[in-house]
């Protein structure tokens, strides 16, 4: 008497699985997209929000040294130890053949200045803001 044994998968087995493992990653992929433009967000404002703070404390350091409170010059924002006690942080959102980790003279919010440039910063009112068009990074 003789016992058969059957190794491997069936052709329809196998495309059962592939089914499966499609169905699957049609739901995943776009999870994950959601997930890599939020940590961009999250990067972005994080960045944003140490340029700020550097800003504002140049401002206030001013104030008590020279009883004359100024805004930092756009030159010195990129010089470490000046405003920024590390080099200026890298815009996500910026390309990196552009320079995402420099800073533009800007004019008004939301409007790009020039192809080069992470971040633009007016120097009469101490704002910063991405130097870039994406969705909503301007309103911050």
């Known amino acids: 008497m003789?016992?058969?044994q059957k190794a491997g998968f069936t052709l329809?087995?196998?495309v059962i699985i592939i089914v499966?493992?499609?169905i699957l990653a049609a739901i995943a992929i776009p999870k994950y997209q959601d997930i890599s433009s939020d940590a961009k967000e999250a990067a972005c404002r994080s960045a944003l929000g140490a340029l700020r703070s550097g800003v504002?404390?140049?401002y206030a350091n001013q104030a008590v040294k020279?009883?004359?409170a100024s805004w930092p010059a756009v030159d010195s924002l990129g010089t470490i130890g000046v405003v920024m006690?590390?080099?200026l942080p890298k815009n996500p959102y910026q390309a990196d053949t552009n320079a995402p980790d420099s800073i533009v003279t800007?004019?008004?919010k939301g409007t790009i200045v020039g192809t080069r440039?992470?971040?633009a910063y007016k120097p009469g009112t101490g704002e910063v803001w991405p130097n870039t068009s994406g969705s909503g990074e301007n309103n911050w």
């Open 2 to 4: 003789r016992i058969s």
């Open 12 to 14: 329809i087995e196998l």
């Open 20 to 22: 499966v493992l499609g």
């Open 56 to 58: 504002t404390i140049y």
């Open 66 to 68: 020279t009883s004359t």
């Open 85 to 87: 006690e590390q080099a």
């Open 106 to 108: 800007g004019v008004t």
């Open 117 to 119: 440039g992470g971040w």
